[in-house]
């Protein structure tokens, strides 16, 4: 390969990052398709812990017959993250109470923190019916009888649809077609959330039923209750505590130095091959905003951070190893030798450390607390993007930028 092209590669990988990187910042998200919206990273983040004060608040609970505490828990936290983004919120039980914890501002739809908590920790018993009133005579399919849904969205003139497009399982399919009509130009059926009909819906001849709900959050309010099912327990608010987020900005900014300290050692250090490190490590930062998305942080706690610092050394770490390596051995080798000789040595361990680093992480992620859930989140994405990086992207350009090293 020639210098020219070297740098041309280089230039072009450049040019991507900063391209996503730029969309990462934009205001707004973009529209794609008939149904399909994505939400810029940075809309995500500034609703988030890192720029927001979060409030947290406490719930007396009077539990269903049979239900269990840590399913309310489970479904609790479900519903954060299915209808409103917030995967890993803190919600916490102690003394047979139950805490719950979200930014005051939400993430870009602004909804404000006492909506998203009446949202999840609502009964959210979803039953359909075929009278506009309610009455338990009408009901004929609940939740349960749901096998999956879609969200659609289209325009027609000045009017905007926001459907929730539902099919049943076999025995709903049976219900449905023996107590709806098909292809009707009025309501079909209607859908109830605990004991209040809010929506109609119209049940189509391929035997799913579209539910035409009020705006996009509401669309993802009744999926999330949907999936979730009734949480099992009656939630009294007993207490609420704000809390400040001037350590998540702190955290964010003081990564952010420590991340071009770093990349800037390695460039002074290792000269072209530690600027084809650092590219890639920066590749894989904004993979890691663009594709996991800070929406899976927008409650940074304690463990999610101490999983991100976790990612970020052992990903530095295993880079810094590399580099070494390829700078000792170039004492008396040529660079391409050197390099080899360096990836070979590094692979053993390598996969060893990143593979236990992943299985940990998703044992972490498997078990769901306020502290393990988070960490374990946190520490996959890192030990993947690491991985990537030492083992793929950051060899990749290694190699690339070699007519670039002087006496290759």
């Known amino acids: 390969m020639s210098k020219s ?9 450049c040019v991507i990052a900063l391209f996503f990187g730029v969309f990462a910042c934009l205001p707004d998200g973009l529209e794609y398709g008939d149904y399909n919206e994505y939400h810029a990273p940075i809309n995500l983040i500034q609703g988030s812990s890192l720029f927001n004060d979060s409030i947290v608040v406490s719930y007396d609970v009077n539990l269903d017959e049979d239900a269990q505490m840590q399913d309310v828990i489970s479904k609790i936290r479900a519903r954060l993250g299915d209808m409103y983004g ?16 979200v930014p005051v501002t939400a993430n870009g739809e602004d909804v404000s923190a006492n909506s998203i908590l009446t949202g999840v920790t609502a009964v959210g ?3 359909i019916l075929t009278s506009s009133t309610y009455a338990e005579d009408d009901v004929i399919l609940t939740s349960e009888h749901v096998k999956s849904m879609r969200f659609e969205r289209y ?7 926001y459907i929730v497009n539902m099919k049943f399982t076999p025995e709903g399919e049976e219900i449905a077609a023996k107590e709806l009509v098909a292809g009707t130009s009025n309501w079909s059926a209607y859908v109830a959330i605990d004991g209040s009909v809010v929506y109609g819906a119209v049940y189509g001849s391929n035997g799913r039923l ?3 709900t009020s705006n996009n959050d ?39 130095v420590i991340l ?93 450390v990143h593979a ?17 859930l988070p960490l374990g989140n946190a520490l996959v994405y890192g030990a993947v993007l690491s991985f990537a990086v030492n083992m793929g992207l950051g060899r990749l350009l290694a190699i690339v930028v070699a007519p670039l090293v002087k006496e290759a």
């Not at 092209?5 to 990988?13: F, H, L, Q, R, Y």
């Not at 979730?228 to 900005?249: F, I």
């Open 5 to 13: 092209a070297s740098i041309a590669i280089v230039s072009i990988i």
């Open 86 to 101: 917030y995967y890993f919120c803190n919600v916490t039980e102690k003394d047979g109470d139950i805490t719950v914890q």
């Open 125 to 127: 018993k979803v039953e």
């Open 155 to 161: 325009t027609n003139g000045a009017n905007a649809y």
């Open 210 to 212: 579209q539910v035409y």
């Open 218 to 256: 509401d669309a993802h309010i009744l999926q999330g209750l949907v999936k979730s099912g009734s949480l099992g327990a009656t939630l009294t608010e007993t207490g609420t505590e704000r809390v400040s987020s001037v350590g998540g900005m702190v955290f964010a900014i003081v990564m952010g």
């Open 260 to 352: 071009l300290a770093c990349w800037i050692v390695l460039i002074v250090r290792y000269k072209v091959a530690g600027f084809a490190l650092a590219l890639s490590q920066l590749v894989a930062a904004i993979a890691f905003i663009m594709f996991s998305g800070m929406v899976y942080f927008s409650m940074l706690t304690i463990a999610s951070a101490v999983g991100i610092v976790l990612g970020i050394a052992l990903m530095m770490t295993f880079s810094v190893i590399m580099l070494e390596k390829i700078r000792s051995y170039r004492k008396d080798k040529t660079y391409a030798s050197a390099r080899h000789r360096a990836f070979a040595d590094c692979n053993k361990w390598t996969l060893i």
């Open 356 to 372: 236990i680093a992943l299985v940990l992480g998703v044992v972490l992620w498997l078990i769901p607390t306020g502290v393990t």
